[in-house]
């Protein structure tokens, strides 16, 4: 059985080549945790902890910047946390950088195995699946050339293939993924909405009420990396929506 478990979890992430002078301006709306001559660290996880366990569907809500995407990040394993405990049980397949593992000089299928081992299956497993990938990304002979060699809808069909080519028991969504062919958006769509329904566990961000009202039923609201709700999807996005009209400046009259 799939589970999520993360205890008092912070995360601080630098940014690099900003000075101490500039650090005041362009940080005053994050939590700092040092600033020196070379590097601004910003806090973009405070102390969150969450269960979830298998059959949960959780969005998450925030503005840019709320700690969505480090949340997403943290689940897959890509940051570690500064504090805190992280437990994952279960394959977990992470849908926000599609690219990741991919090498544009060697050939779409040498691809397919090791962007499949950076996602963690087996060699055999992916050299199994090769045929499979490369009738739905429809790239029939170029699987055997250069990754360098394709168009960016080639690219996209390709790395979205692999990604969705074996069901995970965790998926992890950003709604940011999109289809630089628009000719395999409906399958890529179809597709992707039957990986999200039969998903042990499914976390996905996203600023749409439509999608997570479909595909969730609870939600969890980001503000400054820090958990400001969870509970049922609607509830969240009715605090979601007044806090955000709450934290509007008051329009002056006239």
């Known amino acids: 059985m799939s589970q999520i478990v993360l205890s008092d979890v912070t995360v601080d992430v630098p940014i690099y080549g900003v000075s101490s002078r500039n650090a005041k301006g362009t940080l005053l709306r994050t939590i700092r945790r040092r600033v020196d ?11 969150v902890s969450l269960t979830l ?60 195995v090791s962007r499949g081992m950076v996602l963690g299956h087996s060699r055999a497993e992916m050299s199994d699946m090769i045929a499979s ?10 699987i055997n050339h250069p990754v360098r060699t394709y168009s960016s809808g080639m690219v996209a069909r390709l790395s979205f293939s692999i990604a969705t080519a074996i069901q995970p028991e965790i998926l992890l969504l950003d709604e940011g993924i999109g289809m630089a062919d628009e000719a395999f958006t409906a399958r890529a769509t179809a597709r992707l909405h039957d990986f999200i329904t039969r ?44 806090s955000f009209r709450h934290s509007l400046p008051e329009e002056p009259r006239a």
Not at 133 to 142: H, P, S, V
């Open 37 to 47: 001559s070379e590097t601004v660290w910003i806090r973009a996880l405070e102390s």
């Open 53 to 112: 366990n298998d059959g949960d569907r959780v969005g998450l809500i925030g503005a840019n910047g709320a700690g969505k995407t480090t949340l997403l990040r943290v689940i897959a394993g890509i940051l570690s946390p500064t504090a805190g405990h992280v437990s994952i049980e279960g394959d977990v397949a992470a849908m926000f950088d599609l690219n990741l593992g991919m090498s544009f000089d060697a050939t779409g299928r040498e691809n397919i």
């Open 133 to 142: 990938i490369t009738e739905f990304a429809d790239l029939g002979d170029r």
């Open 199 to 242: 998903a042990g566990i499914l976390v996905v961000a996203s600023h749409s009420d439509q999608l997570l009202s479909q595909f969730c039923d609870r939600a969890i609201v980001l503000d400054r990396g820090r958990v400001t709700f969870a509970g049922p999807v609607s509830n969240a996005i009715d605090y979601y929506k007044s």
